[in-house]
């Protein structure tokens, strides 16, 4: 595949501002803005979480923001960041009202995927049986207004390695529902990317590139939220990953990218923008060097 036929998708948290996932979370930056600054950095897809779509919809109207979308060339949008939804009582009505919201606004606005996950709050002992089947119910509401769902494996929660969410996943077993792979979580989980091409193609739903340091800062959820870097600045193998993830098969229709940074987050849009996307560009070059190299060389 040519580089320049890859999609590329801001996750929220990119292109948010000055917020992160432990503080009040809607961007200072409008959905238009963001969308704009988005489009003519070349990126193809934006993830929004439900709450900053709900404020931008309560402001302007959903119909504006479908026209936002469509007019600054946004193929795929990404939803986020549903928890709970496996679980009971007020958690799961939380959990649903939130589920309704995404489903809802999804349904009008074209939305390719719901990135789910289990809540870092939850650390009870993991019920994959039950977590499956409300995955899968959950899959079969995304499936009729065209989404797929991807679980996202993350070291901190119940769901930490891949065999984990294929415990959830494959019992689920429903075409439009698989697996979110970060890098971030990847290598902080210790999970080698040799282990990625065990995986069934079709339960890879999605994939998230950023980098990081060697390094632990803090713990790992400060680690997440307050140190990511631009893909290449950091200390992942960040073009290793993506060789594995399409050794694997994966057939998605774009790769997003996800930078939490107390640093990055203090740019100016249009610099983020910019730097955030080139940045995951090179990477897809340098996998390209690489695969020049090992058919030159015969290894």
Not at 62 to 78: F, P, S
Not at 80 to 91: A, C, I, N, P, S
Not at 108 to 130: C, E, H, I, W, Y
């Amino acid at each position: 595949m040519n580089t320049s036929d890859i999609d590329l998708l801001a996750a929220y948290w990119t292109l948010a501002g000055d917020v992160d996932p432990l503080r009040p979370s809607i961007s200072p930056y409008s959905l238009q803005a963001r969308v704009e600054a988005a489009s003519r950095a070349g990126w193809r897809g934006i993830g929004v979480i439900h709450e900053d779509l709900a404020a931008t919809i309560d402001q302007v109207g959903i119909d504006t923001v479908k026209h936002i979308l469509e007019d600054n060339g946004i193929r795929h949008l990404e939803l986020e960041f549903l928890v709970d939804w496996y679980r009971d009582g007020t958690q799961r009505e939380v959990s649903d009202r939130a589920r309704r919201a995404i489903l809802e606004f999804g349904a009008r606005l074209g939305m390719k995927n719901v990135k789910v996950a289990a809540s870092v709050l939850d650390q009870r002992a993991p019920d994959f049986t039950r977590m499956a089947d409300e995955f899968a119910k959950l899959c079969q509401e995304a499936a009729a207004v065209g989404s797929n769902v991807s679980l996202e494996v993350m070291p901190f929660s119940i769901v930490r390695t891949l065999e984990d969410g294929l415990a959830v996943v494959q019992q689920a077993n429903q075409p439009n529902g698989g697996l979110l792979l970060d890098i971030w979580h990847i290598v902080r989980g210790g999970i080698d990317f040799g282990e990625i091409a065990k995986l069934p193609s079709h339960f890879i739903k999605g994939v998230e590139l950023d980098d990081a340091s060697s390094t632990i800062e803090g713990t790992l959820l400060e680690d997440t939220v307050f140190r990511r870097k631009l893909c290449g600045e950091g200390d992942f193998d960040t073009p290793g990953f993506i060789e594995a993830i399409q050794d694997a098969g994966f057939g998605g229709e774009w790769y997003g990218v996800e930078i939490i940074s107390t640093e990055l987050r203090k740019l100016p849009l249009e610099e983020m923008a910019t730097r955030a996307f080139d940045t995951t560009r090179q990477q897809f070059l340098e996998v390209a060097a690489r695969k020049n190299k090992a058919a030159l060389t015969g290894r």
